[in-house]
């Protein structure tokens, strides 16, 4: 079983900056890839971004393509993800996940776990 805990996420300005951190326990997910979600009120959750098992493979939403940079330090359990520029749209409670594979994927179903979220929220 793999527990994974979010941070990072709070209040921040248009335009702003904010550092998601993910810090897995339990066993180790070197193996896996890491995705990050994020779910608006009213709407799906949806994929933003996910790397592969050994960072070297990155998957980006087009919507954050450019501002938001996803990262994994496998030594310390722990996946990130930069988010700069950030716009109203981006306001969301955003999520972490385990992969089932090694390679980044961007379906809901390929991931087995999941944290329990950390709320963004981008004022105008």
């Known amino acids: 079983q793999v527990r994974l805990v979010e941070s990072g996420g709070g209040l921040v300005q248009a335009g702003g900056s904010l550092r998601l951190s993910c810090a897995a326990s339990g066993r180790t997910v070197s193996s896996y890839a890491m995705g990050w979600f994020r779910q608006a009120p009213g709407k799906e959750r949806e994929a933003v971004a996910a790397?592969?098992?050994?960072?070297?493979?990155?998957y980006y939403d087009d919507s954050v393509k450019g501002r938001f940079t996803i990262s994994r330090d496998n030594a310390k359990n722990t996946v990130y993800l930069q988010m700069n520029s950030l716009k109203p749209e981006d306001t969301a409670v955003y999520y972490c996940a385990v992969g089932r594979g090694s390679w980044p994927r961007a379906d809901l179903y390929e991931y087995d776990y999941w944290g329990q979220g950390t709320q963004v929220t981008v004022s105008c």
């Open positions: 790397i592969s098992w050994s960072g070297g493979i990155l």
